[in-house]
């Protein structure tokens, strides 16, 4: 069962993996139950999880968490397109045979740019979701003991 009343403020953060990740709660007095979630689309798919710890924390109040995430470290990634390369590396020699050319070299091939995918990855690509769930699951404790600390006074 939930606090009485749902005014108040909880947050927790973490760095996890080179990002930092802040989840914070924030809730007014409201009849039922209605929860927000505010998150970077790369982490849509956690929502579910999110609301439903909420509901199983809180039973009323106008809740809205946010999540943030902000990259402590630079990170870069690449990602290259294995059959694309493969196949114009195919044609390459092919066309050269034919055409009675020199034989194309690896840089040839490399100067293809559309086959490769190279920078800044998204902080949230290779986050553990269960790291992050533990953040939120921070937060709404957080926010619970402030309205038990409030009411104590």
Request: net charge negative.
């Amino acid at each position: 069962m939930g606090v009485r009343s749902m005014t108040g403020f909880g947050a927790a953060e973490d760095d996890l993996d080179g990002c930092r990740v802040r989840a914070q709660v924030r809730s007014v007095n409201h009849r039922g139950l209605d929860v927000r979630v505010q998150s970077p689309r790369a982490l849509a798919h956690m929502e579910p999880s999110i609301l439903s710890r909420v509901k199983a924390a809180l039973a009323r109040g106008r809740v809205e968490i946010s999540i943030e995430l902000n990259a402590t470290q630079r990170r870069l990634g690449s990602s290259i397109d294995h059959a694309a390369f493969a196949s114009v590396a195919s044609e390459l020699s092919m066309l050269a045979h034919d055409n009675g050319l020199a034989p194309r070299s690896l840089s040839d091939v490399l100067s293809m740019g559309q086959l490769f995918e190279i920078g800044a990855t998204s902080p949230a690509e290779s986050l553990d979701p269960a790291a992050i769930l533990a953040i939120v699951d921070e937060a709404i404790a957080s926010f619970v003991q402030s309205r038990v600390t409030e009411g104590a006074t």
